[in-house]
């Protein structure tokens, strides 16, 4: 199991930038898969990122692919999800999330999640 933390949520305007970053805690953090997931108001949690253990392999979401870059630092225990060009529909609670094993795009495969950050793009 991994504790993991968000923060760098905020009220950005669209076509600006933010950056968010997830400390996890335990020894065995390169054994984890990493994902990023956010969830609107009134909508379902939806799969934005996700890396390997080592970090070579990433996959997004197409309405994120080009604008959001997920990576991951094994020494300091953290992952982050810089997201550029942002619009309004990005506007959402966004999550880290940690698996044993490989990267999935699939909300069930997860079991460990932070709390959450919220991020408001403004028009």
């Known amino acids: 199991q991994v504790q993991l933390v968000e923060s760098g949520g905020g009220l950005v305007q669209a076509g600006g930038s933010l950056r968010l970053s997830c400390a996890a805690s335990g020894r065995t953090f390169s054994s984890y898969a990493l994902g990023w997931f956010r969830q609107a108001p009134g909508k379902e949690r939806e799969f934005v990122a996700a890396i390997s253990r080592r970090g070579g392999v990433t996959i997004y979401a197409d309405s994120v692919k080009g604008r959001f870059t997920i990576s991951r630092d094994n020494a300091k225990n953290t992952v982050a999800l810089q997201m550029n060009s942002l619009k309004p529909e990005d506007t959402a609670v966004y999550y880290c999330?940690?698996?044993?094993?490989?990267?999935?795009?699939?909300?069930?495969?997860?079991?460990?999640w932070g709390q959450g950050t919220q991020v408001t793009v403004s028009s």
């Open positions: 999330a940690a698996r044993g094993g490989t990267y999935a795009s699939t909300e069930s495969a997860y079991g460990d």
